[in-house]
């Protein structure tokens, strides 16, 4: 039998080529085991697919809509600011509560009422932006008709069981709160990273990473800085945790809970909403929640304050505390609120630094966007240690839908080429 000539070298190229723009394995996502019934605070990182008003954003993720505006600084103080649209493409850090279920951390609560034209895939890749696949749509909702994920009735209510992480929030023994961030093709470890203020090394931790490869469609728990209460385990809003330069509402719209950029410590005062509200005041006291009154005095600082201590019974509890301290304190620093957008910012369009390498200088020149630390803009797509990998992207891109047609014709070629 003659030996089999090898296949000519371009053949080889080309076949690798369309092999690295094939579909890939299924996406990864971090999960959480639990043994609880207790919920805990999280966050879901979410891009617009279309304009979509503040109210119809908050109803997709099943939040209060004055609850997902303060937790990404937009000033709520605008008339019928429930009902202001937001452009499509924009980024928010939408919070949610994440449950134990079934042994693993998950949103339990979030339920989507389905319109004409919908499908589990369009629910899944569309409205929800990839956060939640259709056959993990499809195994929670077992008494829905979804034989055919197709054709689904108009009306029928699912429930999305979305990705979260607590970790007892915490990270390396500070306060924190996970966001569950869908990956980009233009991401990397290291631009991520960068965007949100940790390390490529702490990323792989949380996320039990091998290495610091990430794909298209990885969903990453990222640890994002916060301020955490310290309310009694018997208050309704025990265990507030609040993102570095956001605010949180609780008390039944009474009371606003602000964590300042670079802070530990969270200060709450009366929200701007606040009405028909318990008393606010201090006892034995003229103070208010978040009022400080300081004297200097040769042996340092006294300092009184009046501080908020969670809502119990329906009350709104406060502590009044005096401190004398080595120097007063300085006023404090609360994160800058913006109106509500309109428009994609013009920020978002600017170059943004991303690691030359981890833990290394970030470069001058990276192709990405910039995320607001408001949290508002495009979600985050850093360029790697070598640069953007747009361009080979690009080349799958146009691979892609000839895929499937020409590996079974240069299959058939290459069994020609070879002698029987």
């Given at each position: 039998?003659?030996?089999?000539?090898?296949?000519?070298?371009?053949?080889?190229?080309?076949l690798?080529?369309?092999?690295?723009?094939?579909p890939?394995?299924?996406?990864?996502?971090?999960?959480e085991?639990?043994?609880?019934?207790d919920?805990?605070s999280?966050?879901?990182?979410?891009?617009?697919?279309?304009?979509?008003?503040v109210?119809?954003?908050?109803?997709?993720?099943?939040?209060?809509?004055?609850?997902?505006?303060?937790?990404?600084?937009?000033?709520?103080?605008?008339?019928d600011?429930?009902?202001?649209?937001?452009?499509s493409?924009?980024?928010?850090?939408?919070?949610?509560?994440?449950?134990?279920?079934?042994?693993?951390?998950?949103?339990?609560?979030?339920?989507y009422?389905?319109?004409?034209?919908?499908?589990?895939?369009?629910?899944?890749?569309?409205?929800?932006?990839?956060?939640?696949?259709a056959?993990q749509?499809?195994?929670?909702?077992?008494?829905?008709?979804?034989?055919?994920?197709?054709?689904?009735g108009?009306?029928?209510?699912?429930?999305?069981?979305?990705?979260?992480t607590?970790?007892?929030?915490?990270?390396?023994?500070?306060?924190?709160?996970?966001?569950?961030?869908?990956?980009?093709?233009?991401?990397?470890?290291?631009?991520?990273?960068?965007r949100?203020?940790?390390?490529?090394?702490?990323?792989?931790?949380?996320?039990?990473?091998?290495g610091?490869?990430?794909?298209?469609?990885?969903?990453?728990?990222?640890?994002?800085?916060?301020?955490?209460?310290?309310?009694?385990n018997?208050?309704s809003?025990?265990?507030?945790?609040?993102?570095?330069?956001?605010?949180?509402?609780?008390?039944s719209?009474?009371?606003?809970?602000?964590?300042?950029?670079?802070?530990?410590?969270?200060?709450?005062?009366?929200?701007?909403?606040?009405?028909s509200?318990?008393?606010?005041?201090?006892r034995?006291s003229?103070?208010?929640?978040?009022?400080?009154?300081?004297?200097?005095?040769?042996?340092?600082?006294?300092?009184?304050?009046?501080?908020?201590?969670?809502?119990v019974?329906?009350?709104?509890?406060?502590?009044?505390?005096?401190?004398?301290?080595p120097?007063?304190p300085?006023?404090?620093?609360?994160?800058?609120?913006?109106?509500?957008?309109?428009?994609?910012?013009?920020?978002?369009?600017?170059?943004?630094?991303?690691?030359?390498?981890?833990?290394?200088?970030?470069?001058?020149?990276p192709?990405?966007?910039?995320?607001p630390?408001?949290g508002?803009?495009?979600?985050?797509?850093?360029?790697?240690?070598?640069?953007?990998a747009s361009?080979?992207?690009?080349?799958?891109?146009?691979?892609?839908p000839l895929?499937?047609?020409?590996?079974?014709?240069?299959?058939?070629?290459?069994?020609?080429?070879?002698?029987?």
């Amino acid at each position: 039998m003659p030996s089999a000539s090898p296949p000519p070298a371009a053949l080889l190229i080309f076949l690798l080529a369309l092999g690295g723009c094939l579909p890939r394995a299924a996406p990864k996502s971090t999960i959480e085991p639990c043994s609880n019934s207790d919920t805990c605070s999280s966050l879901v990182g979410y891009t617009l697919y279309t304009d979509l008003k503040v109210s119809e954003v908050a109803s997709l993720f099943s939040v209060d809509p004055i609850s997902l505006l303060l937790t990404n600084a937009i000033d709520i103080s605008y008339p019928d600011v429930e009902n202001h649209i937001l452009p499509s493409q924009l980024f928010l850090k939408i919070p949610i509560s994440c449950s134990c279920v079934d042994g693993i951390r998950k949103s339990s609560s979030v339920s989507y009422k389905t319109r004409p034209s919908d499908t589990l895939s369009s629910i899944s890749s569309a409205v929800y932006g990839a956060l939640v696949s259709a056959d993990q749509i499809k195994e929670a909702n077992p008494k829905a008709e979804l034989s055919d994920p197709s054709v689904i009735g108009v009306g029928t209510q699912l429930n999305i069981p979305l990705p979260c992480t607590c970790f007892n929030n915490s990270d390396n023994n500070l306060p924190a709160i996970y966001m569950s961030y869908v990956v980009k093709d233009v991401d990397t470890l290291a631009g991520v990273a960068a965007r949100y203020a940790t390390t490529v090394s702490d990323l792989m931790n949380v996320n039990a990473l091998g290495g610091a490869d990430i794909k298209d469609g990885d969903i990453l728990a990222i640890p994002l800085s916060a301020c955490a209460s310290n309310f009694p385990n018997y208050a309704s809003d025990y265990g507030l945790v609040v993102p570095n330069g956001s605010y949180a509402i609780t008390a039944s719209h009474c009371v606003q809970c602000s964590c300042g950029p670079g802070s530990r410590n969270l200060y709450c005062i009366p929200a701007s909403l606040a009405v028909s509200c318990s008393s606010m005041q201090c006892r034995n006291s003229n103070l208010l929640l978040g009022n400080t009154t300081i004297q200097q005095s040769t042996g340092g600082c006294n300092v009184t304050s009046c501080t908020y201590s969670g809502f119990v019974n329906g009350s709104i509890a406060s502590t009044l505390s005096a401190s004398l301290q080595p120097r007063c304190p300085g006023p404090q620093q609360l994160p800058a609120l913006v109106a509500p957008p309109t428009v994609l910012p013009d920020s978002v369009f600017s170059p943004a630094p991303a690691p030359s390498e981890a833990g290394g200088i970030p470069t001058t020149n990276p192709k990405s966007s910039v995320v607001p630390s408001s949290g508002i803009g495009f979600p985050p797509a850093a360029s790697g240690p070598m640069g953007s990998a747009s361009g080979s992207s690009d080349a799958c891109s146009l691979v892609k839908p000839l895929a499937n047609i020409s590996l079974v014709l240069v299959l058939g070629l290459l069994l020609l080429s070879i002698p029987l």
